[in-house]
T-cell receptor, first 109, second 115 residues
Framework: QQQVKQSPQSLIVQKGGISIINCAYENTAFDYFPWYQQFPGKGPALLIA?????SEKKEGRFTISFNKSAKQFSLHIMDSQPGDSATYFCAAMGGKLIFGQGTELSVKP | KAGVTQTPRYLIKTRGQQVTLSCSPISGHRSVSWYQQTPGQGLQFLFE???????NKGNFPGRFSGRQFSNSRSEMNVSTLELGDSALYLCASSVRQVGRTDTQYFGPGTRLTVL
């Protein structure tokens, strides 16, 4: 019940394309869902986050879509750029952060 | 505002030794959480400290311990190191608002290698 399942494990997108990463959770007590971006040799950096009372949140090229009934949420990166190439983690908070396994995104020029 | 700082950034130890890692949270942040990151297990929660008290604990053996000081700085200790303890150890800080889950901000991590 504490797991967060993330897919795909890796993703290759052409520059200008849309990157989509999906996550699913089981514990309905989770009340905060952040996405983190991590570059090699760095700590995770908060990208965008959503609470379950909202179905969508957009910040620049990054959008979270949240489906409470399906217990799923996803990250959309519009107009993907080579500089977006990194590992992305979804997470769910219920007293502590539970992370998905990560998605390695590669944006080809 | 300065971010979360962790020292040292890199450590090499041998099996059986012990190690202490340090974390200074963002100014004004009173909660510090520790995570272990490995290629196989991903990011796993170790423990959280708030007001010098451990508030939450993950599923790690007792060899992993921590503490928090009155200035919110935190240390993490691993005793009797094992090869499997090789990992990136991340510290995250948050304000810890009453009644509301808030954002955790991560430091750059300490890369621990156990030989």
């Amino acid at each position: 019940q504490q797991q967060v399942k993330q897919s795909p494990q890796s993703l290759i997108v052409q520059k200008g394309g849309i990157s989509i990463i999906n996550c699913a959770y089981e514990n309905t007590a989770f009340d905060y869902f952040p996405w983190y971006q991590q570059f090699p040799g760095k700590g995770p950096a908060l990208l965008i986050a959503i609470r379950p009372d909202v179905s969508e949140k957009k910040e620049g090229r990054f959008t979270i879509s949240f489906n409470k009934s399906a217990k799923q949420f996803s990250l959309h990166i519009m107009d993907s750029q080579p500089g977006d190439s990194a590992t992305y983690f979804c997470a769910a908070m219920g007293g502590k952060l539970i992370f998905g396994q990560g998605t390695e995104l590669s944006v080809k020029p | 505002k300065a971010g979360v700082t962790q020292t040292p950034r890199y450590l090499i130890k041998t099996r059986g030794q012990q190690v202490t890692l340090s974390c200074s949270p963002i100014s004004g942040h009173r909660s510090v959480s520790w995570y272990q990151q490995t290629p196989g297990q991903g990011l796993q929660f170790l423990f959280e400290y708030f007001s010098e008290t451990q508030r939450n604990k993950g599923n790690f053996p007792g060899r992993f311990s921590g503490r928090q000081f009155s200035n919110s700085r935190s240390e993490m200790n691993v005793s009797t190191l094992e090869l499997g303890d090789s990992a990136l150890y991340l510290c995250a800080s948050s304000v810890r608002q009453v009644g509301r889950t808030d954002t955790q901000y991560f430091g750059p991590g300490t890369r621990l290698t156990v030989l």
